[in-house]
């Protein structure tokens, strides 16, 4: 959700940039207003769908009005007519909104497991639609019989904020045949939540954390985490944040605090199992509403989860007894972070009962930040801060077919400068967050057959705007600019072999936006921004541009492989 700065409620906005579509003149020109623009659009791939016969089921179809505290709950039965298996199963997400309304965010719970998790745009006042699609093949094991099914999406409607958000979402479920076999999926999924009749994230401030019991089958295997993880309020742009002394000195410009570095944890029984590093994600009001329209920025309408391999822990977790796990937001923050997963566990099916132990754990608590402030000769200040992070996890499992040990190695650097100018008013961030997990596999006695597994990320964002406040709280003007981008990669080697590549993503979004408010009135607004995403993996690879300018797209291509 966007908001000024010179609220103490509110994120940072960044220096201004020329938005396209502007020019200069040599006499005075009326400003820009563009309210109204097209459908949100984004370069995504959209899910790929077999050519099988299949059904459709409304699974919801309901208006969110003032709605936080109740969100829609319901049931999810699978079709009588396509029993299964089935080949995927994919949930639709479609909306529709008009008049005035807040970015708001969004989830969906199937038998308490997070299914989907969704921010919305912001509309204009002729109104937009939009359309979300997701692959949830891998909540197999939850979607074969009747589940809660809850869907939260917190809003507020009064004389201001007039949208009401008109959603439908459908699950269709695609049967198997000779060419498309049935979808990939554990053999258990566990929900990491905290309810299967109500909004299941964790809310987490500073200090708190969350914790699941569950109990895992005796043959357990392997588990995965699959982890969500977003900040709300001042960790929204938890990227531009100052350091808390800086903010204790600076109480009057309404600066967020916390720091910069972001890292969430996963412990299993209180032991630390795994880390992950948040993406930027920015929402469609985030910096300068106009910058969004109509693309939104990366992990806006479909958010990603990050993957935490437990697998090193299964031989503990199999011993039939409860056993805890807990997730830990990021250390040093200002504002709720909304958290909750989903554990993924396959079993040993020639085995009752599998046992093991952890054999190596250097996960420290998340390092301390050093953060350093200099003045600079234009009266601006410069906050630098610089993290890198190294640790593994190793344990193995007695099965049936012998004994698997997996081994977590994971490499984190981090760095990030942020200028601030005109008392908080003019910002520039230039972040850098990148790193890799190497994950072993060893089946067998001794070196036995062994796999490995690279897994890179990098998350580099560039911002720059400015906000200028007017009379009132509803006058205001708000500019800027921002260059974002995931890369991913996954590569594997068997027995020494070469890596082989596995997939690979480039999504990178590149936005610019103006957005003047006078008493509530827009007196100028525009924008500009432009989305290329490029996704390689076994059955292909996907390219696809998109640029927009005042509302519109200017240019839309797919671009293939490159």
Same mark, same amino acid.
């Given at each position: ?36 623009? @097209? ?12 050519? =099988? ?8 179809? #309901? ?25 995927? &199963? &994919?949930?639709?997400?479609?909306? +529709? ?22 921010? =919305? ?25 009747? @589940? ?40 258990? &999924? ?6 299967? +009749? ?51 000195? #600076? ?13 969430? @944890? ?21 910096? +300068? ?83 350093? &402030? ?30 698997? =040990? ?31 997990? @190497? ?124």
């Amino acid at each position: 959700m966007w908001r000024p700065l010179a609220l103490a409620a509110a994120a940072a906005v960044f220096v201004a940039g020329t938005f396209a579509g502007s020019a200069v003149a040599a006499a005075p020109v009326a400003p820009t207003v563009e309210i109204n623009y @097209q459908n949100p659009v984004t370069a995504l791939p959209p899910i790929a769908r077999p050519d =099988t016969p299949s059904c459709t089921v409304t699974a919801m179809q #309901h208006d969110f009005a003032n709605s936080y505290g109740q969100p829609y709950t319901g049931t999810l039965t699978p079709p009588a007519a396509c029993p299964g298996p089935w080949s995927k &199963v &994919v949930l639709d997400w479609s909306g +529709s909104i008009a008049g005035r309304q807040y970015d708001r965010l969004a989830g969906v719970w199937i038998g308490g497991s997070e299914v989907f998790r969704t921010s =919305t745009p912001e509309p204009d006042p002729a109104g937009i639609s939009w359309h979300v699609d997701q692959d949830i093949s891998a909540f197999t094991p939850l979607l074969r019989t009747p @589940q809660p099914l809850v869907v939260d999406l917190g809003n507020v409607v009064d004389s201001t904020y007039t949208g009401t958000y008109h959603m439908t979402m459908t699950v269709t479920y695609y049967q198997t045949d000779k060419h498309n076999p049935e979808a990939a999926h554990s053999d258990v &999924v566990v929900p990491i939540s905290q309810s299967t +009749s109500a909004a299941g994230w964790f809310g987490l401030t500073k200090g708190q954390t969350a914790t699941t019991t569950v109990t895992l089958p005796r043959n357990t295997e392997s588990a995965d985490l699959q982890l969500y993880a977003r900040g709300g309020g001042c960790e929204e742009f938890w990227y531009s944040n100052v350091p808390d002394s800086y903010a204790a000195t #600076h109480s009057s410009e309404g600066l967020c605090a916390g720091g910069t570095y972001r890292e969430v @944890q996963v412990l299993v029984d209180g032991r630390p199992a795994g880390t992950a590093q948040p993406f930027p994600v920015i929402y469609t009001g985030g910096i +300068s509403p106009l910058m969004w329209r109509p693309i939104p920025s990366i992990d806006s309408f479909r958010t990603q989860p990050y993957d935490l391999d437990l697998t090193p822990f299964a031989g503990v977790l199999a011993d039939g007894k409860p056993h805890t796990v807990t997730l830990v937001p990021p250390s040093d923050i200002s504002d709720t972070w909304l958290m909750d997963g989903s554990l993924f566990v396959n079993v040993d099916a020639g085995s009752a009962q599998t046992s093991g132990a952890v054999t190596q754990d250097t996960i420290t608590p998340s390092p301390a930040v050093d953060y350093t &402030v200099a003045a600079q000769s234009d009266g601006s200040d410069l906050i630098t801060a610089a993290v890198n992070r190294d640790w593994t996890v190793s344990g193995y499992v007695d099965t049936s077919h012998g004994r698997i =040990t997996t081994s977590v190695v994971r490499h984190s650097a981090y760095s990030n400068s942020d200028r601030l100018a005109g008392a908080g008013t003019v910002q520039t961030v230039k972040q850098r967050d990148s790193g890799w997990t @190497q994950t072993t596999t060893t089946d067998g006695p001794g070196l036995g057959h062994r796999q490995v597994r690279d897994d890179t990320w990098s998350y580099p964002i560039d911002m720059s705007g400015t906000y200028v406040p007017g009379a009132n709280s509803d006058s205001y003007t708000a500019d800027g600019q921002v260059s974002v981008a995931r890369h991913l990669t996954s590569t594997e080697a068997d027995h020494g072999d070469a890596w082989k590549p596995v997939s690979s993503v480039d999504d990178s979004v590149q936005a610019k936006g103006s957005l003047q408010r006078v008493n509530g009135t827009v007196v100028a607004a525009d924008g500009s921004d432009s989305e290329l995403y490029l996704g390689r993996g076994r059955d292909g690879c996907y390219g696809h541009y998109i640029a927009a300018d005042h509302g519109y797209v200017t240019r839309d291509v797919l671009t293939g492989c490159r």
